[in-house]
């Protein structure tokens, strides 16, 4: 307890001696600073400064804030001149505490730039964090980045699917509702893309491609669906290829991303069956579905950019 409550000073560069105001944090760490930079960056602490000063104060100012050191510091930070490198978050809820405190005192001018570093730290491993405090803070942009990436999670409509596990205390009904939705819709929109494949160049290389033009297993075409293929018109495609097609569709409703199509099972599983058919055993048959995928992921790509996430 004597070691939370005994006084220190902030390191570099709130260890300034010729400071002429001192903040000191929740855990007793005096951080010095100068009036006229925090007036500058926030109306509140403006306000303050110009409240007179009692006779008994000493000479600079202590003011005691609510915040941990941890918070204070990177705060202080982003709104003095010349600091140099970013701070950084140690944790989400840290990054949390600072745009709170941002709110608190009004320092709008520093908030966008918190929100940047807060996408730039936890973007790739907390997508969902990073969506929730994008939506209590209103950066709409931050929350439609975090969405795109949420889309990674796959499952992330179904129930138990670790959504509320994951940390995210602070979000509202409706935009949990506005997550899901946008996930489910990408995912329809995703699965969509493999039913027609009339958004394949209508070249020679397509028209040639073994997986509508086997003269084995492709002929097989009892209780088979035709696709349109480019602008050809309706071709029955080989076995291995429409099974390929309802695999992968299925999996991107769950997982509406470039990876499941990367990262796809199917995509072997496929390659695999086609070698079973003497026709297509002899054709590169893994270049053509090579080929397929690079346009099947920059279809879903273009599918998915048009959904979007509700106001
Ligand atoms: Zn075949």
């Known amino acids: 307890m004597s070691e939370i409550q005994k006084k220190s000073t902030a390191r570099a560069p709130f260890n300034n ?35 007179p000063q009692h006779e008994s104060e000493p000479a600079v100012p202590v003011i005691p804030v609510a915040e941990h050191s941890t918070i204070l510091y990177p705060l202080l930070l982003l709104s003095y001149p010349a600091s140099g490198a970013d701070p950084t978050f140690g944790t989400i809820d840290d990054a949390r505490a600072v745009v709170e405190a941002a709110q608190k005192y009004e320092m709008d001018a520093i908030l966008y730039r918190i929100g940047d570093l807060i996408v730039a730290h936890f973007l790739l491993a907390r997508p969902l964090d990073v969506y929730a405090i994008s939506c209590l803070t209103g950066w709409k942009h931050h929350a439609r980045t975090a969405a795109s990436r949420s889309l990674e999670i796959e499952g992330l409509v179904r129930p138990n699917s670790g959504f509320a596990a994951s940390g995210m205390g602070a979000i509202n009904a409706s935009d949990y509702q506005r997550l899901l939705t946008y996930h489910y819709e990408c995912g329809i929109a995703a699965q969509a893309v493999g039913k ?27 209780g088979r669906r035709a696709i349109q293929i480019a602008s050809f018109g309706k071709w029955t495609v080989t076995p291995w290829f429409e099974e390929y097609l ?6 991107l409703a769950a997982r509406p991303c470039e990876r499941t199509l990367l990262e796809s099972a199917s995509y072997n599983r496929a390659i695999a069956k086609a070698r079973e058919c003497l026709f297509c055993r002899i054709v590169v048959v893994h270049h053509h579905l090579h080929t397929f995928r690079t346009f099947y992921i920059a279809e879903v790509r273009k599918a998915i950019e048009k959904v979007e996430l509700a106001p």
């Open 17 to 51: 001696p010729d400071h002429d105001i001192v903040l000191r944090s929740v855990d007793g760490v005096d951080f010095h600073n100068f009036k006229l930079i925090l007036s500058l960056v926030s109306p509140i602490f403006k306000d303050m400064f110009t409240l």
């Open 196 to 222: 027609a494949l009339e958004w394949l160049p209508s070249t020679p290389e397509i028209s040639g491609m073994q997986m509508w033009g086997c003269i084995g297993c492709g002929r097989v075409a009892i």
């Open 246 to 251: 309802d695999a992968s569709g299925k999996e």
